[in-house]
């Protein structure tokens, strides 16, 4: 069993630059949340989605930020423009249904400069 | 606005203590689940337990639940220098699946 799966582990850019980051679920899974992790902040939830359809989009933090579930195998989540405030490291996690244990991939440690 | 708040924040003990920690939640829950955080992963799921559900046992760990009081608790029993980690509560609601984390608490066990 290959867990979650994202990509890169690590991503350093500029501001104002483009951000993508990857996730690929356990397969089998329908339900998919990207959250996002600060000191400050603690764990955040970004967004979720439902057999590819996104649900709950209320903790995205602005309209840079965007993600996508184009099959049940790939998400990813965008940032145009990045900037500083961003820097935090970004959870993809799985979950089997409804009310079950999630699982997480290890991350994207995102630094904007 | 965190639903779960664990407490305390950081926790140090020695190995093969126990170590304790709380979680209280505000809102009415379908289950609440604790994760452990190792530096520099993801969260890993180390048990789920229902909101009619008092006590629940995995090797070591024992969570406990009142919905009364709105709070659960973690034990660790025997602590090992492998348990040291963050350890944070969710919640899951009855409606939809997503869940909302607690601040974490930091365990130390040392050696």
């Known amino acids: 069993d290959a867990g979650v799966i994202q990509s890169p582990r690590h991503e350093v850019t500029e501001m104002g630059q483009e951000v993508t980051l990857r996730c690929k679920p356990i397969?089998?899974?329908?339900?998919l949340f990207w959250y996002r992790q600060t000191m400050m902040r603690g764990l955040e939830l970004l967004i979720y989605?439902?057999?590819?359809?996104?649900?709950?989009d209320s903790g995205m933090p602005e309209d840079r930020f965007s993600a996508k579930m184009p099959n049940a195998s790939f998400s990813t989540l965008k940032i145009q423009p990045s900037e500083p405030r961003d820097s935090a490291v970004y959870f993809c996690?799985?979950?089997?249904?409804?009310?079950?244990?999630?699982?997480f991939g290890d991350g994207t440690r995102l630094s904007i400069l | 606005s965190q639903q779960g708040e664990e407490d305390p924040q950081a926790l140090s003990i020695q190995e093969g203590e126990n170590a304790t920690m709380n979680c209280s939640y505000k809102?009415?829950?379908?289950?609440l689940q604790w994760y452990r955080q190792n530096s520099g992963r993801g969260l890993v799921h180390l048990i789920l337990?229902?909101?009619?559900?008092r006590e629940k046992h995995s090797g070591r760990l024992r969570v406990t639940l009142d919905t009364s009081k709105k709070s659960s608790s973690l034990l660790i029993t025997a602590s090992r220098a492998a348990d040291t980690a963050s350890y944070f509560c969710?919640?899951?609601?009855?409606?939809?699946?997503?869940?909302?984390f607690g601040g974490g608490t930091r365990v130390l066990v040392k050696p």
């Open positions: 996690a799985s979950s089997s249904s409804s009310n079950q244990p999630q699982h």
């Open positions: 969710a919640t899951g609601q009855a409606a939809g699946n997503k869940l909302t």
């Open positions: 337990i229902r909101s009619n559900e």
């Open positions: 989605f439902n057999n590819n359809v996104p649900i709950d």
């Open positions: 809102t009415s829950i379908n289950n």
């Open positions: 397969s089998g899974h329908n339900s």
